[in-house]
Nanobody
Framework: QVQLAESGGGLVQAGGSLRLSCVASGRTFGSYAMGWFRQAPGKEREFVAAIRWSAPSTYYADSVKGRFTISRDNAKNTVYLQMNSLKPEDTAVYYC???????????WGPGTQVTVSS
């Protein structure tokens, strides 16, 4: 059973930074991808960033390019999302997911709340 657990969310002022973590367990992930998504109140879940376990390929939504950085620690089965220059519109519940490719996800974590005040 694959389990994902996000942490690191919180309340931060605009312009500030947060680092989210997602620990994966329950299987080996080989060439799987892990991604971060977010969902703001009243909006659909949207893609934020993704990374493959076995290759350095990374992918970002245009809205976060240059501000967010996704990285991984294979030994810890952990993926990080460093978020800098945060804006109020980044406020959302952030979810991590794992799947065979960066555009398809099979498992999701429960999410962590990020709130950016203006």
């Amino acid at each position: 059973q694959v389990q994902l657990a996000e942490s690191g969310g919180g309340l931060v002022q605009a312009g500030g930074s947060l680092r989210l973590s997602c620990v994966a367990s329950g299987r080996t992930f080989g060439s799987y991808a892990m991604g971060w998504f977010r969902q703001a109140p009243g909006k659909e879940r949207e893609f934020v960033a993704a990374i493959r376990w076995s290759a350095p390929s990374t992918y970002y939504a245009d809205s976060v390019k240059g501000r967010f950085t996704i990285s991984r620690d294979n030994a810890k089965n952990t993926v990080y999302l460093q978020m800098n220059s945060l804006k109020p519109e980044d406020t959302a519940v952030y979810y991590c997911g794992v799947g065979p490719i960066w555009t398809s996800y099979d498992y999701w974590g429960p999410g962590t709340q990020v709130t950016v005040s203006s």
